[in-house]
Structure formats: C-alpha cells, structure tokens
C-alpha cells in the first residue's frame, strides 16, 4: 500500500525556521511526484512546492518562493521542505501527497495523501 508518512512540524517564532518530511513507501519513489500542500483554519488546502523524482523539477507557491526548499532523498524515499524566513500566515497543516503526472499544484492529480502536519508560526 501507498503510505506517506509527513512529520517534523511544530511551533516557530516568526522569521524562523523548520524542515518538514514526507517518508514514502509502498511505491517506486522514482516514478512519482511529491507535493506539498496547506490548509490553514478556515481556508482552503493550497498547493505549496512539488518536484518530480522524473526529472527533478520542481514548483513553488508565489507566496513561499525564495523562502522554502523542497529537496528529495531517492535512498531515503523521503521529500524534504525546508523552509525559512517563516511567517504567521505560513500556520497551516502541511499535508504531502504523491502522483505520476508532472510537478503541479492541483491537488486533484494527486492520488496519495499522507496525514499532515502542523506548523504554527508566532507573531
């Protein structure tokens, strides 16, 4: 079965930083992409950053470019999101999610979605 395991969130003063994982098993990690979404309260869930494990591409949200990092470990089957500068309206669950197509941010492609994890950014 396709798991995705996301962890590593947790509370941060503002300009901080955090390094969130999404662990993968079950499926050939090469073949796929790995997204990495959010859902703040009261909102709506938001594509963040993605990359292909194909061909190494990757995507980011407008708002988190030049701020967060997405790398991925082929050896360790785990995607990466590194993010800095963080400010309170990063705050969300940070959900990660797997599909075959290319790098994108909608979340409808996405056939595997791991539990989420919460970041909370203080002011």
């Known amino acids: 079965d396709v798991q995705l395991q996301a962890s590593g969130g947790g509370l941060v003063q503002a300009g901080g930083s955090l390094r969130i994982s999404c662990a993968a098993s079950?499926?050939?990690?090469?073949?796929?992409?790995i997204g990495w979404f959010r859902q703040a309260p009261g909102k709506e869930r938001e594509g963040v950053s993605c990359?292909?494990?194909?061909?190494?591409?990757?995507y980011y949200e407008d708002s988190v470019r030049g701020r967060f990092t997405i790398s991925s470990d082929n050896a360790k089957k785990t995607v990466y999101l590194q993010m800095n500068g963080l400010k309170p309206e990063d705050t969300a669950v940070y959900y990660c999610?797997?599909?075959?197509?290319?790098?994108?941010?909608?979340?409808?492609?996405?056939?595997?979605w791991g539990q989420g994890t919460q970041v909370t950014v203080s002011s």
């Open positions: 990359i292909s494990n194909k061909d190494s591409s990757t």
């Open positions: 079950g499926f050939t990690f090469d073949d796929y992409v």
């Open positions: 999610a797997a599909d075959t197509f290319t790098c994108s941010a909608i979340e409808e492609l996405y056939d595997h």
